[in-house]
């Protein structure tokens, strides 16, 4: 019989490092934690906390929906101050469009720049000229998965208005219609 509890069965008061793709030197430290594509290549770090860490939401939006072959994005948002490339960087390809990029301001650039390993496809972040400064990280490429529990549990959720029916609002996240980004920087 399926299970109906909402819990995890790991002990989330430690770092925990499951094999979810073939990079085995993943960290995390109380200040910064890794995050790796799924064949190893590119391994980034980041902040945990401010001032370079910004923020964990979910993004129901059409364009999340399509581009993760899933239907929400679970990302989280960083200073390019404090994003570093441990390795790999050169591994990363890029797509940009904004054909799809509904947070628009009159007269503004709004192209979306996806950054993605070139060897195994996985999105590892995204630049938007209409968040300056900063970098849109995945949440699940990072290696320590208490983190998703912890630190970089969502806070926020956006583009309620194209979630499926079947899914509901993420708990403790903060609601939003539309656009709620702008509004966490
Ligand atoms: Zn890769
Ligand atoms: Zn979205």
Avoid at 40 to 52: D, E, I, K, R, Y
Avoid at 124 to 145: K, N
Avoid at 164 to 182: C, I, N, R
Wanted: contains cysteine; hydrophobic residues 35%; proline residues 4%.
């Amino acid at each position: 019989m399926a299970s109906t509890t909402t819990s995890t069965t790991w002990d989330k008061s430690k770092p925990y490092f499951p094999v979810a793709g073939l990079a085995d030197d993943g960290w995390s430290t109380d200040d910064e934690a890794t995050a790796s594509c799924f064949c190893g290549a590119v391994q980034l770090s980041f902040p945990t906390h401010g001032p370079g860490f910004v923020g964990s939401f979910i993004c129901n939006c059409s364009d999340c929906h399509k581009l993760t072959a899933s239907i929400h994005a679970s990302n989280f948002t960083v200073l390019d101050t404090h994003l570093k490339h441990l390795r790999g960087q050169e591994n990363l390809k890029t797509f940009a469009q904004s054909k799809t990029i509904f947070f628009k301001e009159p007269g503004k650039e709004n192209t979306m720049t996806n950054y993605f390993c070139s060897t195994c496809g996985s999105l590892m972040y995204r630049v938007g000229a209409a968040f300056p400064g900063m970098s849109i990280l995945r949440l699940g490429s990072v290696d320590d998965f208490t983190l998703m529990e912890t630190k970089l549990r969502p806070t926020m959720e956006q583009y309620t208005k194209d979630r499926v029916s079947w899914k509901a609002p993420t708990e403790g996240t903060t609601q939003f219609v539309e656009d709620g980004l702008h509004g966490l920087v």
